[in-house]
């Protein structure tokens, strides 16, 4: 462990700064005015910055010299435990992986199987797995290693939350670096190490989980290993590129100059991956060569060269309009990746960019910084910072302006067709899209729900139209847990989510608890932003909701639900050139055309907040998941059986809910009164019954009963009683005092039954 007095002892002049950090003379210039500041991070790491006239690496270099910053910071994870208690772990070194997972990709018929490895223990902590779908997509399923007790189990899980995850191809420690090539996808740091590699001089990285997975990715492992040059190879689309603008802020934060390579100049969703025909194919595990455009490949090869060549190095944007301060946060917000960082934070993400250990104090001094009291998210209003009730805010909203071309939808209408044939349901699911697409920032207060029982028949596919009109930034795809996740970071300014394999498990209580989180996103008209180390805020609820599932029974309706339509997709998928061909009409001008499409929807007499229709599917769903004890007294009640009959007007819950234990039915009271509530039953009075006080509801003339006295109440009510097997038995309460003996009750229940029909 490090500390400020041993490292002191390397330099000159020097002056403590309290117990954080000290100045000094910088020993890589001529100075005679103490530029050098030095701290230490964790007892480990020696951060140094000249204010001088030397430049990050020049210092970097010289801490190298001193003996510092030798050994690499790649995480060594700390012990972690999943939900069921087993330990994130990782028994398999590097050198075992590719024996090892070559069985199991044969087995399962996965094409390619990308190992993460840390480079201090040379365990690989994550197996990304790469399948080929017969529909032409790709599909991505991760891979982790956990431990119970002794023994050691695949699961098919990633990285913890809790921990960063690593990066794919990091060189071993050992090495020094003077390039770093940084790609979007395993496959394409494969073939920059193909393309690019010169021994010992570069190493090509990427990271796992794509666009998504970027901010979570560990790039400070980067660290210490002496790289001069990072060159950022963005694939050709805008995903792509906000990508690669965000890495090339976290790595700027490190040694070494930074260089984005723009791609603009390629085909539409170009990526390097496309030039591995020019130092031999790289192909999956079923022989397919997985590059594109043979015929050009050389060409594209040369003038990706000659534009690594002519590379211009990255300049960070201005940090007083990255960056706004939020009074009622007391935090900085990152306009750009929507964040907040405490002033520490903020003056650590800065200090690389400004050469100022506390660039805060610049920032509010600076009558052009970006300042407001609260933040929100409204695309209605046009002003960055406005102010309304006397609040002033800032408005985290920036207008998307897709692409719009008039032409021919049939392909977007044939696929409906195929999904909903029914006419009138199809059309409430096309202006549904089209009020989405029309109106941003006014929420509907219904969901969609597709369900069917195949795989693959296209149904994301409305969810992807959506997300091209809306805004890729303004559109999430979430799995079912992080609805139940205290972690709503992911609702932050989003007009649509789309929900993946909905599938609520759990009995019918649990069940309904879930519901009830789908229920808030689709009504409330404000969320609480809860994230990991933030306060809780407050935001606009403009998300509407699309989900997903293959289940049979994704969500728990009741009769009364009005939120969701509900519709199965019956069809079977179609064969594979129809998927091709779709998504290749989509992807040429298709999205356009149906941008403009949903643009024109007339919508007259379309109610947003109106209940939509509600299906056959919607009542099967019913069926299937409604509360299993109301079925049962559902058909009790309606068939006048037990103990619903003729002289059963008057009900007390406490006793119905004996009667029901004692036939073998459990119910509790909550879910009992929300059944006579239901069933129009209202709630009267007390009476006096022995030594209790039963609550007394009454189907129908509640009026009439409120006015009768508890006595006379009493004298009327019925008391359930069952005594016998397989018998249930109605006594009056007042003849029942009368009785000597159990033979005398039963004779007298015959008779009530006989009586009653």
């Known amino acids: 462990m490090l500390t400020l007095e041993q490292v002191s002892s390397k330099f000159t002049k020097v002056r403590m700064n309290g117990s954080k950090n000290f100045t000094c003379l910088c020993p890589t210039h001529n100075d005679t005015d103490r530029s050098l500041v030095v701290s230490i991070n964790e007892g480990k790491w020696v951060n140094a910055y000249c204010f001088g006239a030397c430049d990050k690496q020049t210092v970097a270099n010289h801490l190298l010299e001193l003996g510092f910053n030798k050994t690499n910071t790649a995480p060594k994870y700390k012990k972690v435990k999943d939900e069921e208690g087993r330990i994130f772990t990782s028994p398999i070194s590097a050198n075992q992986h590719k024996e090892y ?8 018929g996965w094409d390619m199987v990308f190992p993460y490895r840390n480079i201090i223990t040379d365990k690989v902590y994550l197996y990304m797995v790469r399948i080929n779908q017969p529909d032409g997509k790709k599909e991505f399923k991760p891979y982790t290693c956990w431990k119970s007790g002794d023994v050691y189990e695949l699961h098919l899980k990633g990285i913890p939350s809790e921990l960063k995850t690593p990066l794919f191809m990091m060189g071993p420690e050992s ?16 073939a920059g190490n193909k393309l690019f590699n010169g021994p010992g001089i570069s190493m090509h990285v990427s990271w796992p ?13 980067l660290k210490g290993l002496g790289i001069k040059e990072y060159i950022l190879i963005p694939d050709n689309d805008k995903a792509g590129r906000e990508c690669m603008d965000f890495v090339a802020k976290a790595v700027s934060a490190l040694s070494g100059k930074v260089f984005i390579i723009n791609t603009t100049e390629f085909p539409d969703k170009w990526d390097v991956a496309d030039l591995t025909s020019v130092r031999g194919f790289i192909k999956d595990n079923r022989g397919n060569v997985l590059g594109k455009e043979p015929d050009k490949t050389m060409e594209r090869y040369e003038q990706l060269q000659q534009l690594i060549n002519n590379k211009e190095e990255y300049k960070p944007a201005q940090p007083a309009r990255q960056f706004a301060y939020i009074e009622e946060q007391e935090r900085f917000y990152d306009l750009t990746y929507q964040r907040f960082y405490s002033e520490k934070g903020y003056n650590n993400v800065m200090a690389p960019i400004t050469n100022a250990l506390r660039h805060s104090n610049e920032f509010h001094t600076n009558p052009d910084s970006l300042r407001a009291q609260r933040l929100t998210f409204d695309p209605k209003i046009k002003d960055q910072v406005f102010e309304k009730d006397g609040v002033r805010y800032l408005n985290d909203y920036v207008p998307h302006n897709p692409n719009r071309v008039p ?5 977007f209408l044939e696929h409906i067709s195929y999904l909903v044939p029914d006419e009138l349901n199809a059309q409430f699911l096309i202006k549904w899209m089209a009020f989405c697409v029309q109106n941003l920032g006014r929420k509907m207060k219904s969901a969609i729900l597709l369900f069917s ?8 596919t409305l969810y992807k139209i959506l997300r091209y009109c809306i805004g890729e930034a303004y559109c999430s795809q979430i799995q079912q847990h992080q609805i139940t996740s205290q972690f709503n970071s992911w609702a932050v300014n989003k007009l649509l989510i789309g929900a993946e394999e909905i599938a609520i498990k759990g009995n019918y209580e649990d069940r309904s608890t879930s519901m009830d989180k789908w229920k808030y996103l689709i009504t409330e008209d404000y969320l609480a932003i809860n994230s990991k180390n933030d306060k809780e805020y407050e935001l606009p609820n403009f998300i509407n909701l699309m989900l997903f599932s293959n289940n049979p029974t994704p969500i728990t309706l009741t009769p009364t639900s009005r939120r969701f339509f509900v519709w199965q997709v019956e069809a079977t998928a179609k064969p594979k050139d129809y998927y091709i061909n779709l998504y290749e009409w989509f992807e040429k001008d298709g999205y356009a055309k149906v941008y403009n499409y949903l643009m024109e929807v007339n919508l007259a007499g379309f109610d947003a907040d109106a209940p939509p229709p509600k299906t056959k599917y919607f009542y099967d769903l019913v069926e299937k998941t409604s509360n299993p004890v109301h079925q049962q007294l559902d058909t009790l009640f309606e068939s006048n059986s037990f103990p619903f009959t003729d002289k059963t007007a008057l009900v007390s819950p406490q006793h119905l809910e004996k009667a029901l234990k004692d036939i073998g039915i459990k119910i509790n009271t909550n879910s009992l009164l929300e059944w006579l509530r239901k069933n129009g039953a ?10 209790s006080r039963p609550t007394i509801w009454a189907f129908g003339e509640k009026d009439t009963w409120m006015s009768v006295p508890p006595k006379e109440i009493a004298s009327f009510y019925i008391e359930p009683v069952f005594e016998f097997p397989n018998k249930h038995l ?10 000597d ?7 007298l229940t015959r008779a009530n039954q006989m009586n009653n029909g």
């Open 453 to 460: 029982p195949a795989e693959g028949v296209g149904k994301t």
């Open 209 to 221: 989980f794509g666009c998504n997975g970027v901010k979570k990715a560990d790039w400070n492992s």
């Open 682 to 691: 209202c709630k009267v009075k007390q009476i006096d019954w022995g030594q």
């Open 741 to 747: 003996t159990i033979k005398d009750l039963e004779n």
């Open 407 to 411: 032409g021919d939808v049939t392909p």
């Open 730 to 739: 109605w006594v009056d309460h007042n003849q029942v005092k009368t009785l």
């Open 175 to 190: 090495k020094t670096y003077d390039t770093c090539y940084i790609y979007e996808g395993e496959r394409m740091a494969v």
């Open 101 to 108: 997972f070559q069985t199991l990709a044969t087995k399962y």
